[in-house]
T-cell receptor, first 112, second 110 residues
Framework: EAQVTQNPRYLITVTGKKLTVTCSQN?????MSWYRQDPGLGLRQIYY???????DKGDVPEGYKVSRKEKRNFPLILESPSPNQTSLYFC???????????FGAGTRLSVL | GQSLEQPSEVTAVEGAIVQINCTYQ??????LSWYQQHDGGAPTFLSY????GLEETGRFSSFLSRSDSYGYLLLQELQMKDSASYFC???????????FGTGTKLQVIP
């Protein structure tokens, strides 16, 4: 089954404790992206990747890192999480040149 | 800069037709996508317009006017399950820069 898989689905952590949210897709998509969704602010793009080793900043990249060492994986790294990064995070992927993005189920993160 | 405007909330009656408007301002515009998101769920793709005009997919249609930087999503024969948030998402900047905005929350009432 074609899908985008995020882990974990729920995470509670404390300020400053490094964490990684994993994202994997099995559709051989070149493009992958991370979004955060906050009430009243909608979906905002954090980082995106056009292909392996090619990443670029979205609208709200501060406090986040990404890497794209393999085509299928695009982890989101929070080196020193802060409470303002409490949010719902979505990973998405699409074929290069295609407009349809497939989203993972989301990761709800709480930073205390 | 970039801007995106949609109504925040819309209420419509089951079986009726509803139109959700979207105006955008973005450089390097490629096209306009629409996504649906139910509460607690992930966004799912509905429709895409690269050219001016109407695209129809079942009960859903989407329209684009590039000269007016305007589009809309038309939902016909509304069903209760259509209650969800709808996002217009302009594509720009090398085809993969996607701006979603705050979306429109549609409530379908009996």
């Amino acid at each position: 089954e074609a899908q985008v898989t995020q882990n974990p689905r729920y995470l509670i952590t404390v300020t400053g404790k490094k964490l990684t949210v994993t994202c994997s897709q099995n559709m051989n998509h070149e493009y992958m992206s991370w979004y955060r969704q906050d009430p009243g602010l909608g979906l905002r793009q954090i980082y995106y990747s056009m292909n392996v080793e090619v990443t670029d900043k979205g609208d709200v990249p501060e406090g986040y890192k990404v890497s794209r060492k393999e085509k299928r994986n695009f982890p989101l790294i929070l080196e020193s999480p802060s409470p303002n990064q409490t949010s719902l995070y979505f990973c998405a992927s699409s074929l290069s040149g295609k407009n349809i993005q497939y989203f993972g189920a989301g990761t709800r993160l709480s930073v205390l | 800069g970039q801007s995106l405007e949609q109504p925040s909330e819309v209420t419509a009656v089951e079986g009726a037709i509803v139109q959700i408007n979207c105006t955008y301002q973005t450089s390097g515009f490629y096209g306009l996508s629409w996504y649906q998101q139910h509460d607690g769920g992930a966004p799912t793709f509905l429709s895409y317009n690269a050219l001016d005009g109407l695209e129809e997919t079942g009960r859903f249609s989407s329209f684009l006017s590039r000269s007016d930087s305007y589009g809309y999503l038309l939902l016909q024969e509304l069903q209760m399950k259509d209650s969800a948030s709808y996002f217009c998402a302009p594509l720009s900047g090398g085809y993969q820069k996607v701006t979603f905005g705050t979306g429109t929350k549609l409530q379908v009432i009996p």
